[in-house]
């Protein structure tokens, strides 16, 4: 794989550290008071871990708050999203693995950027 690159988003940023056949990992900034989508996908499950800052992480409806260190798995087809309700930017690292990581495997309940 190519040197990794940085994807800008409304939210943040994310960088693809690996794209395999089996798997896809990122490591993803939200910027202080941003959101992700709320979202599931169909053919990948996530795992996520907080390297720096607070997490606000929604699975199905069940909130939950995750510091530096902290992980939450993210089962195929649930609803998920992550916020950053701190003053810090929050990095996590995706761990996805499944059949298919595309960017068009998301399925968005709600955005706050009109993508849904």
């Known amino acids: 794989m190519s040197d990794p690159s940085i994807e800008a988003r409304p939210w943040g940023s994310f960088t693809v550290l690996d794209d395999a056949m ?3 990992v ?3 900034t939200v910027n202080p008071g941003q959101r992700l ?3 599931r996908h169909e053919q990948r499950a996530e795992h996520w871990f907080v390297v720096n800052g607070v997490a606000k992480v929604t699975v199905d409806d069940k909130d939950l708050t995750l510091n530096r260190g902290d992980y939450v798995d993210i089962p195929t087809m649930a609803w998920h ?4 309700p701190g003053d810090e930017p929050l990095v996590f690292v995706e761990v996805q693995h499944g059949s298919y990581f595309g960017e068009d495997d998301i399925e968005r309940r709600s955005d706050d ?3 849904a």
Not at 81 to 84: L, Q, T
Request: glycine share 6%; aromatic share 6%.
């Open 37 to 39: 989508s709320d979202q």
């Open 26 to 28: 990122k490591t993803l």
């Open 22 to 24: 089996t798997h896809k």
């Open 81 to 84: 999203r992550i916020e950053n």
């Open 113 to 115: 950027y009109g993508r």
